[in-house]
Every structure is written in C-alpha cells, then in structure tokens.
C-alpha cells in the first residue's frame, strides 16, 4: 500500500531555531514529491517540489531533500521565524496512480517569539 | 500566473438547497482536482478530470455532482447534503495528471450544512 508519514505530529520550538520536518514514504517508485504549507482555514501552498532525480531543492530559508532509496525527505527550515508557523504537508506522486497525490498527515509548526 | 480561485469563500446552505462551488485556473492546465478536507486531516481526493474528462470518482456520494465546462473551469454541485458534509472543499490543478508536474491549490470554500 502506497503511504506517506510524517513525523512528529505537532513541533513547538523558540524563535531563530533552525528545525527539520520528516516525511517517509513506502514505494521509492515516485514521479516527485512536493511540500506544502496550509495556514488555519485557508488553501495549500506549494513550497518546493523535488523530482525523483533530484537530491534537493532550495527556496530562500527552506531546503528540501529526497533519499528514494531510504524512502525519506525532509524539509530544513533555517532561521525560523512565528510567521512560519502553520501545517506542513509532505505528498508523493508514485509511478503507480500517479493521478492521484498521496498526503502525509502533516506535521503542525509553532515558533514562539 | 500560478492562481487557482475559488468562490465562494464561504457557504452555508440547508439539506434541502442546491448550490455549486466554482473553480478556475489559466495556466493551461489540463488535470483539475476536488479535494475534501477535514479539520486537522489532510486533503482527501473526490474527484480528477483530465483534459475536461472525469477521470477518477473516489465513491463520492451522487449528492456531489462534478463538472468540467472547459478547460479553465470547474464545478461542483451540491444537493442535498448532510452535515457530515461541512468542511474546507480545495480545488487544484496541473499540467496533466501523469507525469512531473507541480499541483496547485485553490484557497477553498468552507461549507457548512446546517
């Protein structure tokens, strides 16, 4: 079965700290896999897709890696900040029912002032 | 443009009305998606239309009708809802559903059925 886990759940940590959100996936057979930020109530937002031939992505504070082979990203946030705090989902579009993407649960990020 | 829009933001309608959530894109995109979420859950797929085609139905209950006018819009009819049927309804798209493509969201309608 295709799954995806993030872990942990909820992440609380002071300002200015630099933190790393996991994602894991089942199948190392994937198209890409694409992080995404949603805000209480509101739509997600693309934060970087890495395809299945990348290593990592880079977007101002944020950097996302892949290992297909161990069936794991993770997304390194530098320098946090209260304005980042919000759910954080991981997806993965496999090979197989590529139509479809495939969430993790997310993983819901407080920075304290 | 990289812009999904949804209307209405909000919606509240009884179990007897019928009302229809919209969704459009123009970013010739040719895969379009309904998704429901859930507080605190992540999104669930309803629906995918590729190139204007009902592609995959998710054993959505027949009270949420799809449709796809054209290759920019999408729609979504409601009848006859339950309460259960509250939540955040998201809207994507992307170039074609196979392949290495970027999904983007629309910011959602949250509906409430009372």
């Known amino acids: 079965k295709q799954e995806v886990t993030q872990i942990p759940a909820a992440l609380s940590v002071p300002e200015g700290e630099n933190l790393v959100l996991n994602c894991s996936f089942t199948d190392s057979a994937i198209y890409n896999l694409q992080w995404f930020r949603q805000d209480p109530g509101k739509g997600l937002t693309s934060l970087l897709l890495i395809q299945s031939s990348q290593r990592e992505q880079t977007s101002g504070r944020l950097n996302a890696s892949l290992d297909k082979s161990s069936g794991r990203s993770t997304l390194y946030i530098a320098a946090s900040q209260p304005g980042d705090s919000a759910t954080y989902l991981c997806?993965?579009?496999?090979?197989?029912?590529?139509?479809?993407?495939?969430f993790g649960q997310g993983t819901r990020l407080t920075i304290n002032p | 443009d990289t812009e999904v829009t949804q209307t209405p933001k909000h919606l509240v309608m009884g179990m007897t009305n019928k009302k229809s959530l919209k969704c459009e894109q123009h970013m010739g995109h040719r895969a379009m998606y309904w998704y429901k979420q859930k507080a605190k859950k992540p999104p669930e797929l309803m629906f995918v239309y590729s190139y204007e085609k009902l592609s995959i139905n998710e054993s959505v209950p027949s009270r949420f009708s799809p449709e796809c006018p054209n290759s920019s819009l999408l729609n979504l009819h409601l009848h006859a809802l339950q309460p259960e049927d509250s939540a955040l309804y998201l809207c994507?798209?992307?170039?074609?559903?196979?392949?290495?493509?970027?999904?983007?969201f629309g910011p959602g309608t949250r509906l409430t059925v009372t």
């Open positions: 994507a798209s992307n170039l074609r559903t196979s392949g290495n493509y970027e999904q983007y």
């Open positions: 997806a993965v579009s496999y090979l197989q029912g590529a139509q479809k993407l495939v």
